[in-house]
């Protein structure tokens, strides 16, 4: 079965300073692979995600993610945080099986950032 | 912009009663998801339909929860008898086939 590893619970960083969330994935084949974002009391809105080709995807809000099949990861940066990037950040892999198994994505724990003025 | 509408925002009931939540998908979505995410947990699948079929419901715990797209579009998610470890978030999303997941806010249920 997949699952999804987020190893970090909590991240605090400064406003202007970079960040990096890791994710770690367990999936027997190319995994869809997604990071959605929560704002307190909301719903999740994606921030990006990989199919297949290059593995380097970029997201909105200035947000971008490495596939890296060789250490099962698909970490997620960004170069500058904003103080209103503070939220709860989502994993998720799906299986990428085609009809309608897109869905059925199974999310991480989630990490939440804090950021400092 | 389109929205995936749920509703109450917000329920708090005590345990044994039934609850009941509502979801209105993006117009044109076929599949429509509800998924609970219990505090502190990422989010988990409950069921899955593809127009008014269900496709998933593994995760379901059907002594208790049951959920109907009769037409195909809105959905309704019930619990019955509620227990204080159904407290969480129930969050619906849409989706066309194949396409991005669209998220509603929520129904936070809270089971005193």
């Known amino acids: 079965a997949q699952s999804v590893t987020q190893p970090d619970i909590h991240i605090t960083v400064s406003e202007g300073a970079s960040l990096e969330l890791r994710c770690n994935y367990s999936y027997g084949a190319t995994p869809y692979l997604f990071w959605y974002v929560q704002s307190p009391g909301q719903g999740l809105q994606l921030l990006l995600k990989y199919f297949s080709g290059d593995t380097l995807v970029q997201g909105i809000k200035g947000f971008e993610a490495e596939f890296k099949r060789s250490q099962s990861s698909f970490n997620l940066r960004k170069p500058s945080v904003h103080w209103s990037d503070a939220a709860e950040y989502f994993c998720?892999?799906?299986?990428?099986?085609?009809?309608?198994?897109?869905?059925?994505?199974?999310f991480g724990q989630g990490t939440i950032l804090t950021v400092h003025p | 912009e389109a929205e995936v509408a749920q509703s109450p925002r917000y329920k708090i009931t005590e345990k044994s009663q039934a609850v009941a939540f509502w979801c209105d998908p993006i117009?044109?979505?076929?599949?429509l998801y509800w998924y609970r995410q219990i505090l502190g947990q990422g989010p988990e699948l409950l069921v899955q339909f593809q127009d008014e079929s269900v496709v998933d419901d593994s995760q379901l715990p059907k002594d208790r929860f049951s959920a109907e797209r009769l037409k195909g579009v809105d959905s309704t998610l019930k619990i019955q008898p509620a227990e204080l470890g159904d407290s969480a978030m129930y969050l619906c999303?849409?989706?066309?086939?194949?396409?991005?997941?669209?998220f509603g806010e929520g129904s936070r249920l809270t089971v005193l």
């Open positions: 999303a849409s989706s066309r086939p194949h396409g991005e997941l669209f």
């Open positions: 117009s044109g979505h076929a599949t």
């Open positions: 998720a892999v799906a299986e990428n099986a085609g009809g309608t198994s897109y869905g059925k994505l199974t």
